[in-house]
């Protein structure tokens, strides 16, 4: 952590670190309204994937000064539809550009007495309404406990655990609360390539393929059960999953490793089936309805799995101008046998092969 703070400070973009009582390390980098580490008590090892620019100052330095979207890793927050804010022209599909009000933002650091918690305002362009709308997100963090800490008949001993828990909120702001848009919250975790991604479902539930640049995903990649689809994520290029509100369960776990070391990362959310959820397909706009994500990367932007869920919409016909989501990253390292034992328990009941 000290290496990674030290390259971010040489770059002129300083991090914040949180110290939980349990010894949870969190670093926070402003420039993207990240948290771009997170650690378990003595140990500097990151659970998140980092951009390969960060591991030095002067590589960074360059990163940061060119034009080329900041994806420094970590976990973000992004905004939905897609269509709308990623995609200028749409429905043509021949650009793709982060905007960059949106990532890396203009995040300004707010103290309080509690701690510190990000703002960033902006006003994106939306592409089908051809109008910008102005919005305010707020992002402050504060501790996870174990959430097995309490179970008994299960030895935690040689496990390392660090968690937190994100508060996001969005709010349409002057004029736009009176918008014909709608607009919801997209947090994303990118981690490690090559792991499985673990979604338990209420009932067998077949993922949307959204895109692929290298042809379908492999059958043996993405098994599909009556209550988990999992996903491996190790192949060339991008490929991109989409997950119906109304049969994902609110939590989703990532696994990753190799020999004596393995870790799991589970991310702990609300899904509401009732609320408006406006990400879609690119070329099925009225499809509305998708809570939960997976994309794999392995292409110029990097080599990195992201596990993504969305929030139900503001504005137009919502009757709401403002959204506020709290959830959850549990994160552990150890044996593989153990992490696959709190595998099982937190989000997979049924048999396992990563």
């Not at 192949?235 to 989409?242: F, H, L, N």
Request: with cysteine.
């Amino acid at each position: 952590m000290k290496d990674l703070l030290g390259v971010l400070r040489g770059a002129g973009h300083p991090g914040r670190v949180l110290r939980m009582a349990d010894g949870t390390r969190v670093l926070v980098l402003p420039h993207g309204g990240r948290v771009l580490g997170l650690f378990p008590p003595k140990s500097g090892e990151n659970f998140y994937w980092t951009h390969p620019a960060l591991r030095s100052a002067a590589t960074a330095r360059a990163f940061y000064a060119s034009d080329d979207w900041h994806n420094s890793g970590g976990d973000r927050t992004w905004l939905a539809p897609e269509a709308d804010l990623f995609l200028p022209n749409y429905p043509k599909l021949d650009v793709y550009f982060q905007p960059r009000s949106l990532d890396p933002g203009h995040y300004r650091v707010i103290e309080s007495a509690a701690g510190f918690g990000l703002e960033n305002r902006l006003s994106p362009r939306f592409s089908r309404l051809g109008k910008a709308v102005s919005l305010r997100i707020t992002k402050t963090f504060g501790p996870a406990a174990n959430p097995l800490r309490h179970e008994r008949g299960l030895d935690l001993r040689g496990i390392a655990y660090a968690g937190y828990t994100q508060h996001t909120s969005l709010e349409l702001i002057g004029a736009s609360r009176s918008t014909r848009a709608q607009v919801g919250l997209w947090n994303l975790v990118q981690m490690p390539h090559r792991g499985t991604l673990l979604i338990p479902t209420f009932s067998r539930s077949e993922p949307c393929h959204v895109f692929s640049t290298v042809g379908p995903i492999a059958p043996e990649d993405l098994r599909v059960g009556n209550r988990l689809v999992s996903y491996r994520m190790r192949a060339k290029g991008e490929q991109k999953i989409s997950l119906r509100a109304a049969s994902v369960a609110g939590r989703v776990g990532y696994i990753s490793g190799a020999g004596d070391t393995w870790s799991l990362i589970v991310r702990n959310f609300s899904v509401n089936p009732s609320g408006e959820y406006v990400d879609v397909p690119w070329k099925d706009p009225r499809w509305l309805g998708f809570a939960v994500q997976a994309c794999s990367v392995n292409s110029h932007l990097g080599a990195f799995s992201e596990l993504e869920y969305h929030i139900p919409a503001i504005g137009h016909l919502t009757g709401s101008t403002r959204c506020d989501d709290t959830a959850q990253v549990w994160a552990f390292r150890g044996p593989r046998a153990p992490i696959l034992r709190i595998a099982r328990l937190l989000v997979a009941g049924e048999a396992l092969r990563p």
